[in-house]
Each structure stands twice: as structure tokens, then as C-alpha cells.
């Protein structure tokens, strides 16, 4: 290979390199700001289990480090979801040149919008799921046992269901981002409705733990969520490829790889 051949990709690795410093730096940066207040922020994510326990009880360690190491870990993770955007605007910076006019008029609206509903997926999972959720169990629970829940497992449980209702809350993006390329358009999604309802089901039964309370208050909004991306979708049906036509007469095309 000659050398000439190597200096690009030798250029991409470096800014590469670059871009995923600056994603650790910033992670590292707001994990050093919120560490001093690691134990208050397990206190704030734990809040709507600690209110719905009955009186007397209370949540427990079983494992010698998990006072310590349980709320550190959280901390970690929580420095990452505050990192989102500039972690997003690295991606951004990294893929930028290698895109197309229309596509990077499309890119940051894109991220900004899909950080937003992950933020909000995020939001109602702890305003509205965990309290019902919490609530929910804790009168359920048999007569005679006593809820005390590891605070390490309650983190495993509550982080997984962010997750769950983050990315699911993602759905209207990947619906306009099918309809922009012309994969499928608002009226195919419209016949398909009842085996949307069935799939966001089958969605929530395998991102959420083993009940059905949660699965359903996954399921609802994501087939809600179904219906606002076909609704803006229409706005965007086929509209990559005028998109094309429109950079290759304007000749900004001519600076895409």
C-alpha cells in the first residue's frame, strides 16, 4: 500500500482519537463534579421505592462494598447521560465531513431531538412507571414478608428500565428516518397498526422485567409514539432522494467521498 494511500486513514484514526478523548475527558469531568454527591444521588433515584415501602421497612446492603461502590457506579452512569450532548456533538464533529449537504441538515436536528425524547423517556419512566410500578408491588406483596431490597439490585432494576424507555421513547426518529429515505411511507405504517400494537407488546415484555404492569406502561407509549413519528412522517416521505437531487444540481455533492 503506498504511503500515500495510508495518510487518510491515518487522519480519520487520529481524529478518531481525538473525538473519543474528548467524550472520556467531559464523562471524567462531570463524574469529578458529581462524585461528592454520589450518595444523594442514589437517595434521588431510590426516592420512589423509598416511598412506596411500608412503614418500618427499608432498603439493605448484602454486600460488604455496596454502601460505597453502589452509589459510585451510579454516579458514573449518571456522568454519561449528562455527557450525552457533547459525547452527540463528537459524534457529529467525527462524521460531519463524510456526509452530504442534505444529510447534515438532517444530522443535527437529528441529535438534538432524539437526545430530547430519550431525556423525556427517561423522565417518565421515574415520575410516572416507577411510582405506579413501586406501588403497585409493594401492595401486592404477601402477608408476613418483609420488603428490604438490595440497593445494588434496585439499581441493576431501575437502570434497566431507563434504558428500556429511553430508546424506546426513540421511536418517531426511526420512523421519519424511514420515511426520508423512501423505505416505507406513513400510509404502509397505517395498515400495519395492529401488528404495531402486538410487536410494542412483545417489545415491553422483553425490555422490562417479568410483570405485566410494566411491560403495558412500555407498550402504550410506545405504540403512542408510533403514531406521532406516521404523523410527521408524512412530512418527509421520499424526501432524501429530492434531497440528492437538489445538492447534485447546487454541485455540493462534488465534496462527499
Known amino acids: 500500500m503506498a504511503v500515500e494511500?495510508?495518510?487518510?486513514?491515518?487522519?480519520h484514526l487520529i481524529e478518531l482519537r481525538k473525538r473519543l478523548l474528548n467524550c472520556i475527558i467531559a464523562v471524567l469531568a462531570v463524574f469529578l463534579a458529581l462524585a461528592?454527591?454520589?450518595?444523594d444521588i442514589y437517595q434521588l433515584v431510590s426516592a420512589p421505592l423509598i416511598k412506596q415501602m411500608p412503614l418500618?421497612?427499608?432498603m439493605i446492603a448484602t454486600d460488604v462494598a455496596s454502601p460505597f461502590f453502589t452509589p459510585i457506579k451510579l454516579t458514573m452512569i449518571v456522568s454519561v447521560f449528562v455527557s450525552a450532548p457533547i459525547i452527540l456533538y463528537q459524534v457529529w464533529a467525527f462524521i460531519a465531513p463524510a456526509l452530504y449537504k442534505h444529510e447534515r441538515r438532517l444530522m443535527m436536528p437529528l441529535l438534538f431531538s432524539s437526545s430530547m425524547l430519550f431525556y423525556i423517556g427517561m423522565a417518565f419512566a421515574?415520575?410516572?412507571?416507577?411510582?405506579?410500578?413501586?406501588?403497585?408491588f409493594a401492595k401486592t406483596a404477601p402477608a408476613g414478608v418483609l420488603i428490604a431490597t438490595d440497593i445494588n439490585n434496585y439499581l441493576d432494576f431501575v437502570m434497566a428500565l431507563f434504558m428500556a424507555f429511553g430508546v424506546s421513547f426513540e421511536?418517531?426518529?426511526?420512523?421519519?428516518?424511514?420515511c426520508w429515505s423512501g423505505i416505507t411511507t406513513p400510509e404502509e405504517l397505517k395498515?400495519?397498526?395492529?401488528?404495531v400494537l402486538v410487536?410494542?407488546?412483545?417489545?415491553?415484555?422483553?425490555?422490562?422485567?417479568?410483570?405485566?404492569?410494566s411491560q403495558t406502561l412500555l407498550a402504550i407509549p410506545m405504540y403512542l409514539l408510533f403514531e406521532i413519528g406516521v404523523f410527521f412522517g408524512r412530512f418527509y416521505v421520499g424526501k432524501r432522494r429530492q434531497d440528492i437531487d437538489d445538492d447534485t444540481e447546487d454541485g455540493s455533492s462534488s465534496s462527499a467521498p
Open 5 to 11: 494511500d495510508t495518510q487518510p486513514l491515518i487522519s
Open 36 to 39: 461528592y454527591f454520589s450518595n
Open 56 to 58: 418500618g421497612a427499608s
Open 126 to 136: 421515574y415520575f410516572i412507571v416507577f411510582p405506579l410500578a413501586f406501588g403497585f
Open 171 to 178: 421511536v418517531p426518529i426511526a420512523i421519519v428516518l424511514l
Open 191 to 195: 395498515t400495519k397498526r395492529p401488528y
Open 199 to 213: 410487536g410494542a407488546f412483545v417489545v415491553g415484555m422483553l425490555l422490562t422485567p417479568p410483570d405485566v404492569f
